[in-house]
């Protein structure tokens, strides 16, 4: 069976900075694509970042309201994914997921991690 | 506001069909054969039905199938069952935008 684990969410203040982490078991990511989607309290999806596999030279994007701002990474040697996220705001806060999408879609979803941004 | 436009809310009969348009542009609905649908019940992560339009998952009923004509998109949900009350999510291929979702659409169960 395939999981992928978020952790890291919390409460920050808008300025602040925030790392997470989403553990994949059950394939090797070495040769996948990878994204995080967020979804605001009551909202719909919407896709954050994705970072290509290192054969594809780790190539990153961003969405433009976090461009600059978030960036992914990942530790192939671990099956870990990342996202390190600055400068937060509050329209930041939502439920962010860690995904399969490496082309066009995701097979594989975490179960989430909250992100809520709040003085 | 969503890239893709979905209607906020569907609604069918246990046993009838429904369909779910997603509405894009020639960026990327229209532009590429590489229209997902997902399915989202509260509190879960969301699922995936189809991918590049018309293909299922291992495991996903064939009551789920999907299409494209032109900008648009639909998802197509035969034989309702109760357990197919949830939200259901489209997204596309857009090139440099990369992925984008449409706003959702809530499907209620009569």
């Known amino acids: 069976d395939v999981h992928l684990v978020e952790a890291g969410g919390g409460l920050v203040q808008p300025g602040g900075s925030l790392r997470l982490s989403c553990a994949v078991s059950g394939f090797d990511i070495f040769n996948a694509g990878m994204s995080w989607v967020r979804q605001a309290p009551g909202k719909g999806l919407e896709w954050v970042g994705r970072i290509k596999s290192k054969g594809e030279r780790g190539a990153r994007d961003y969405a433009a309201p976090v461009k600059g701002r978030f960036t992914v990474s990942r530790e192939d040697s671990k099956n870990m994914l990342y996202l390190q996220m600055d400068s937060l705001k509050t329209e930041d806060t939502a439920m962010y997921y860690c995904?399969?999408?490496?082309?066009?879609?995701?097979?594989?979803w975490g179960q989430g991690t909250l992100v809520t941004v709040s003085s | 506001q969503s890239a893709l436009t979905q209607p906020p809310s569907a609604s069918g009969s246990p046993g009838q069909s429904v369909t779910i348009s997603c509405t894009g542009s020639s960026n990327d609905i229209g532009g590429y054969n590489y229209v997902s649908w997902y399915q989202q019940h509260p509190g879960k992560a969301p699922k995936l039905l189809t991918y590049e339009v018309h293909k299922r998952p291992s495991g996903v009923p064939d009551r789920f199938s999907g299409s494209k004509y032109g900008n648009t998109a639909s998802l197509t949900v035969s034989g309702l069952q109760a357990e197919d009350e949830a939200d259901y999510y489209c997204?596309?291929?857009?090139?440099?935008?990369?992925?984008?979702f449409g706003g959702g659409t809530k499907l209620t169960v009569l």
């Open positions: 997204s596309s291929y857009s090139g440099s935008d990369f992925v984008v």
């Open positions: 995904t399969t999408i490496g082309n066009s879609y995701g097979l594989f």
